[in-house]
């Protein structure tokens, strides 16, 4: 059994994270997103170089199967594309398109600005940061 303070440490998260989606819930629905779509535009970092499928399904924590479905949405909303890797011919990276970026950024503002995190000071998120971070 694990420690109390364990178990209240992953509810907690667990219920940052529920919370969060609940109140992204008119955002996503105006733009034709799904929790699981919004994670796939999430970690498709636009400051970054276009990510290839595989390393979205690990970022995701999913199976090529999971991701193809989750990509085949996105581009049927115009938000990403599908290209040819420069560096790989054979690997396949996602892209995101203009519209993508725009949408990309709304929503996770959306998050940022409901997340139940957002009451905490600079000083105790810079804290909880750390506290994350080396758990991982």
């Known amino acids: 059994m694990p420690a109390p303070e364990l178990l209240a440490a992953v509810t907690a998260t667990y219920e940052i994270w529920m919370r969060t989606v609940d109140l992204l819930e008119p955002s996503l629905t105006r733009h034709g997103l799904t929790p699981a779509t919004f994670q796939a ?3 498709i970092d636009p400051e ?3 990510p290839s499928m595989k390393v979205v399904a690990e970022r995701l924590h999913c199976n090529a199967p999971n991701l193809t479905f989750m990509t085949n949405q996105l ?3 115009g938000l990403v594309e599908r290209a040819t890797d420069p560096a ?6 996602m892209v995101l398109t203009a519209k993508g970026r725009q949408v990309r950024a709304e929503v ?3 998050a940022l600005e409901g997340s139940p ?3 905490l000071t600079d000083d105790e998120l810079r804290q909880l940061i750390t506290l994350l971070s080396r758990s991982l």
């Open 48 to 50: 970054e170089s276009p």
């Open 117 to 119: 995190l957002a009451v």
């Open 88 to 93: 790989d011919r054979r690997s396949r990276v």
């Open 75 to 77: 581009i049927d909303r």
């Open 41 to 43: 535009l999430w970690v």
């Open 108 to 110: 996770i503002q959306a």
